[in-house]
């Protein structure tokens, strides 16, 4: 099958796009502008050569379609957006990847793979304008909270609905996309890592497990503000205190959750200046863990611990969920599958959970068994021009995610 597959020429197609859509500053693919919709016109080019169908969805994501002996349906998705100032490799690896494959598969089976084969280019992952992200894949899943995403607008006042009337896309029938799911036997994605993980081990290629659950509070204290000259130490209400002494106590909490995170990422005191006590210190905390379970211990821990350091100042807590997403564990057949296709391209894998979010999580969600599989990121850095990957490890991973596709249709047969 390697004598179909170029990995090279995916290197030197993102290239090619780095070149037509980015700037000195990075990329600059932000769904639904202009930049965007020429980076499909540049895609579909792309894909003419092969004898398949494509079309946007309603929710604005394209699907590529090589039909095969079967209905059944092998995914493999990606998404052509980026964040402003994005790096050259986020989202459109998976897409360009897979668009190699389709090229193998189309080649090998000579245009008749055993099961139909499908490219999905998820619109607006990134939530870059509106600030939420996996827009195409979520309203794929059914999962689109519409009432929340009709109310969002972008900087310049736009509102979402009007931004997808421009491309064409009604905002009230988005999820008549969750119809493209029908016959959907597995989805596979392709992502650089996004973190030091790989890096810090010095391996290419890693299985993903899945992504994982988040909880995200707000926790505040409530203190008495004094004056900082008169007030004893000892008469103190010092919201700061208790709130400071959390920034110890999660490390711990995440140390002891086996493979968890904690994020302490804002302080705000009120009132705020330099001759008073605190009166109130507000915090936000970001858990995040593969394990549900795992999770909801997290979360108790930092509630426990944050009661008993407003005991210990005399002061009072209380907490506000921000937000919550439960962990999306993928399919373990095709993380088996990951893991073989890995070991057969470089001799090493290593299995790790997503802290990001990624649309696999959407598709995983709607019941599709899904996996992913990393690349390794230098700096361990995304979201910015600085994002990179050496050549050979794209290489790489282009052939180890060539394999998993082609594992993946004969799992799908059999199954
Ligand atoms: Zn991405």
């Excluded at 020429?38 to 604005?60: F, M, R």
């Excluded at 010092?238 to 493979?259: C, N, Q, T, V």
């Excluded at 705020?272 to 979360?299: N, W, Y």
């Excluded at 060539?402 to 799908?412: F, Q």
Aim: include cysteine; hydrophobic fraction near 40%.
């Amino acid at each position: 099958m390697s004598t179909f597959l170029n990995p090279k020429r995916t290197v030197a197609e993102l290239k090619e796009l780095r070149a037509l859509t980015g700037d000195e500053n990075g990329a600059q693919r932000v769904a639904f502008t202009p930049a965007w919709t020429k980076t499909h016109a540049w895609l579909k080019k792309k894909l003419e050569a092969l004898p398949v169908e494509i079309h946007t969805d309603a929710a604005g994501n394209t699907w590529t379609t090589l039909r095969g002996e079967s209905e059944k349906c092998l995914l493999i998705g990606g998404h052509m957006d980026s964040v402003p100032n994005g790096g050259w490799l986020d989202g459109c690896l998976n897409v360009l990847a897979g668009v190699e494959i389709l090229r193998r598969i189309n080649s090998q089976y000579h245009g008749k793979p055993p099961v139909t084969v499908r490219l999905v280019d998820w619109a607006d992952e990134e939530g870059a304008r509106f600030g939420k992200s996996l827009f195409g894949s979520s309203a794929c899943s059914g999962n689109l909270d519409m009432n929340e995403a009709r109310g969002l607008v972008d900087k310049d006042g736009i509102k979402l609905p009007d931004a997808l009337k421009n491309v064409g896309i009604n905002f009230e029938r988005v999820k008549d996309s969750g119809k493209e799911l029908k016959n959907a036997a597995a989805y596979l994605e392709l992502h650089i890592e996004q973190g030091p993980v790989l890096l810090d081990l010095d391996l290419p290629l890693g299985a993903v497990l899945g992504t994982f659950g988040v909880e995200r509070h707000a926790v505040t204290f409530h203190g008495q503000a004094a004056h900082s000259g008169s007030t004893p130490m000892n008469r103190r209400k010092d919201a700061f205190l208790a709130a400071a002494k959390m920034s110890p106590e999660i490390y711990k909490i995440a140390e002891r959750s086996h493979g968890g995170v904690c994020t302490i990422g804002s302080c705000a005191t009120r009132p705020g200046i330099v001759t008073s006590v605190v009166a109130e210190c507000l915090i936000t905390l970001d858990q995040r863990h593969l394990d549900a379970a795992a999770l909801a211990k997290m979360l108790q821990a930092a509630k426990d611990a944050s009661e008993q350091f407003a005991k210990e100042g005399n002061i009072k807590v209380s907490w506000e969920r921000l937000w919550q997403i439960a962990p999306r564990p993928f399919n373990d057949e095709l993380i088996a599958l990951c893991d073989e296709a890995i070991r057969e391209t470089c001799g090493k894998v290593h299995r790790l959970p997503s802290g990001p979010l990624h649309d696999a999580a959407e598709v995983a969600r709607a019941g599709v068994p899904t996996v992913m599989m990393f690349v390794q990121s230098l700096h361990g850095i995304s979201h910015n021009k600085i994002e990179d990957t050496k050549e050979e490890h794209l290489e790489l991973c282009v052939t180890a995610f060539d394999k998993l596709a082609e594992k993946t249709m004969r799992w799908i047969s059999r199954g």
